[in-house]
């Protein structure tokens, strides 16, 4: 039987534009070793593995007439190389080159009559490293029936989980006449059908609307030579094009000026941003006078009190946090910001950052694509922007024997929103990604700059006097076993 999509999987359709693909993505970087960790050995391990989620099996089928929603259906010609992609940058590249190819390929939609998830194996990286970059729609990760494909490819130790031999075969799909015929009895039969029946012709009404007045702009401007107004630094139209930034900083640092001031390693992560962003904008000359607060969306886990706080189930909920970006002091930004999520903590529903990161087999991939859903939820509520954070596990994690180093998140755009940041801590490290719209944010490199400066502003105020400071933008890696020597925000009983 074919499963009807869910309305709110719906909207992440309905929603997407060619300036705004709906989807997530993650890049990896591994380091193969011994292990002939390659494109075909990882091919493989998707092939063993892809059986624990049927939904990377299936794909969308319209129902004739839009009587109603589209329908999963296995896909009879579902082709694993299709989807597992092998790419290269000439040898030795460099991660600048990959993140030039990663704002590439996150550009463009999934093709919605295959299923909606692509990866790529990318192959030349300097020091023998490999990255995969992983795409996934919206509609396709919702952390409950179907969680990432990711975060079912990584284990604990380099010898890969044995699992049962896959014998999958497509499901035949039913005929046009039958689907129709279903989509017609549901809409007369059940109010929940008519609904969702209605919702997705308005949806599709208003869609068509923003898409004319979109035509109609571009040939205004093209007869007047002007361009469109590109609105303040953190909001504004969006291309079609995307720049994608990455920056890797020691969980240590994050600990040291937690222990110092107090909070979280998630206030502190937040604090980081804070003065990143405030620095950011001043060098963009844009005035602080009018911009006091950047208002933010930080998607939080809260315990569902009908599953278990240590599953997957735990609800991600919103929560708003306005930044002080025109206050000067680190360490005022860092006590304003821990107020905002003292609420937060006083609910006992939030959930501790070495808890979630303890779940068994969780990924942040999973998480990222969860607190994007919620991110995109609240648009209509208004932010400037939205910062997912997720506390990863604090050892290593292997795909196929090659040892994961590093995970960078790639965040989607929203319309008008064109930036958005996602932090993944994994194994003693905090590694931000930074996606940005290639037009209207040149010099999202530059912000990069600013984050790393703002941590180190709150570093000296956590010891100002005995800290060797090591020069700008190249701090001093932090020994491996401070680093990990326990899970983001364990003394914190807070996401980190």
Not at 78 to 84: E, K, N, Q, S, V
Not at 100 to 123: A, K, Q
Not at 442 to 452: E, G, N, Q
Request: glycine share 8%.
């Amino acid at each position: 039987m074919s499963e009807r999509l869910s309305p709110r999987d719906l909207a992440f359709l309905t929603a997407e534009t060619p300036t705004a693909p709906r989807h997530n993505a993650t890049v990896e970087i591994f380091e193969p070793g011994d292990s002939g960790f390659g494109y075909d050995r990882f091919r493989d391990l998707i092939g063993d593995r892809i059986a624990l989620v049927p939904r990377f099996r299936q794909r969308l089928l319209d129902v004739p007439g839009h009587l109603t929603t589209p329908r999963w259906v296995d896909d009879p010609h579902f082709d694993l190389g299709y989807h597992i992609r092998r790419s290269a940058l000439p040898r030795p590249g460099t991660d600048a080159q990959l993140r030039e190819l990663v704002g590439r390929i996150v550009s463009r939609p999934l093709d919605r009559t295959r299923p909606l998830w692509e990866v790529y194996v990318v192959e030349g990286l300097a020091g023998d490293r490999l990255a995969v970059l992983s795409k996934t729609h919206q509609a396709l990760v919702d952390g409950v029936h179907t969680v990432d494909l990711g975060q079912l490819l990584l284990d604990l130790s380099p010898e890969p989980r044995e699992l049962e031999p896959d014998d999958w075969s497509p499901r035949r799909a039913p005929s046009p006449l039958i689907v129709a015929a279903g989509g017609a009895k549901e809409v007369l039969t059940s109010r929940t059908a008519a609904v969702d029946t209605a919702a997705m012709a308005t949806a599709a009404a208003r869609r068509r609307m923003r898409e004319s007045r979109a035509r109609v702009g571009a040939v205004a401007s093209a007869l007047t030579g002007r361009r469109p107004s590109t609105g303040s630094a953190v909001g504004g139209p969006l291309s079609q094009h995307r720049r994608i930034v990455t920056l890797e900083t020691a969980l240590a640092d994050y600990r040291t000026v937690r222990a110092a001031h107090g909070g979280t390693v998630n206030d502190v992560i937040l604090a980081t941003i804070t003065g990143g962003v405030r620095a950011w904008l001043m060098t963009r000359s844009e005035s602080l006078g009018g911009l006091r607060t950047v208002k933010v969306v930080v998607p939080v886990s809260v315990i569902d009190e009908e599953r278990e706080a240590t599953s997957l189930g735990s609800q991600i909920a919103p929560h708003v946090v306005r930044l002080p970006v025109a206050e000067p002091s680190p360490v005022v930004r860092l006590h304003q910001v821990s107020y905002s999520f003292q609420a937060h903590q006083e609910t006992g529903r939030s959930v501790a950052a070495n808890r979630l990161a303890g779940i068994a087999g969780f990924a942040p991939a999973t998480f990222h694509a969860i607190g994007a859903r919620v991110a995109f939820e609240e648009v209509r509520r208004g932010y400037h922007l939205s910062v997912t954070n997720v506390p990863g596990p604090q050892a290593p994690l292997y795909a196929a024997g090659a040892r994961m180093v590093a995970t960078y998140p790639v965040p989607p755009l929203v319309e008008h929103h064109p930036i958005a940041v996602g932090v993944t801590s994994y194994d003693g490290k905090v590694f931000y990604g930074l996606t940005a719209d290639r037009d209207q944010i040149p010099d999202a490199d530059v912000l990069a700059s600013c984050l790393r400066e703002s941590l180190d502003e709150l570093l000296d105020s956590a010891n100002p006097t005995t800290r060797s400071r090591a020069p700008r933008g190249r701090r001093r890696p932090a020994r491996r076993t401070e680093a990990a020597d326990a899970p983001a925000g364990q003394q914190a009983g807070q996401e980190s």
